[in-house]
């Protein structure tokens, strides 16, 4: 850019330090408009018909001319290298918008991969990670506790049938050593039933 703002001042001084030797005038002021107002000034005027008419050297407009022509040219050539510019820098820009929105895609994706965890193959977030194995560890304590109370009353309701079956057995036993004893003189009265029987004959 700077380079061909210095080439268009460049070019505009020598046509205008050209124009000063072949004319072997100078102007004081080298722009179109400066040069034209000098053209003007320069003029001479008559009057014909009423009518004011103002004649310029023809070798002075032909020179205004052709400066006009190059400052053209060269303003279009700037303007062409200026366009191209843009062109490129448009082309720049597009590139550098891509990558842009690439690198905001993976920075996007490594934020999400951050923020998750994998949980059987399946991308889920931290907070949503959290939740299930806070989730799985209260149900697991649940049924620890379940477990536990249940243990209890089992235990429980077998020292239960334990004791219940040792009375039961104690006093079958009892039962057993009575019913024993009740036979046991039952026989004695028996045989004394005989003895007697057999002492009578």
Do not use: P
């Not at 009518?51 to 062409?80: G, P």
């Amino acid at each position: 850019m700077k380079n061909s703002i210095l080439f268009f001042a460049s070019t505009l001084l020598l046509l205008n330090c050209l124009n000063a030797q072949n004319n072997q005038e100078t102007t004081e002021d080298n722009t179109i408009k400066g040069q034209f107002e000098t053209l003007v000034r320069k003029s001479t005027n008559y009057r014909q018909g009423g009518k004011r008419y103002e004649v310029v050297r023809l070798i002075e407009l032909e020179a205004f001319q052709k400066n006009i022509l190059d400052t053209i040219n060269v303003a279009n050539s700037n303007i062409a290298e200026l366009q191209s510019t843009i062109a490129e820098n448009e082309t720049a820009l597009s590139s550098l918008n891509t990558k842009l929105d690439e690198t905001t895609k993976n920075l996007k994706t490594q934020t999400e991969e951050k923020d998750s965890i994998t949980f059987f193959g399946v991308l889920i977030s931290k907070g949503t990670y959290k939740l299930i194995v806070w989730s799985i560890i209260f149900g697991l304590l649940i049924f620890l506790i379940l477990f536990v109370y249940k243990f209890k009353n089992s235990n429980a309701l077998t020292q239960s049938a334990k004791a219940a079956l040792a009375d039961v057995e104690e006093e079958f036993e009892q039962h057993r050593r009575r019913a024993l004893e009740r036979e046991q003189k039952i026989s004695r009265k028996l045989q004394d039933e005989i003895n007697k029987n057999k002492k009578g004959v």
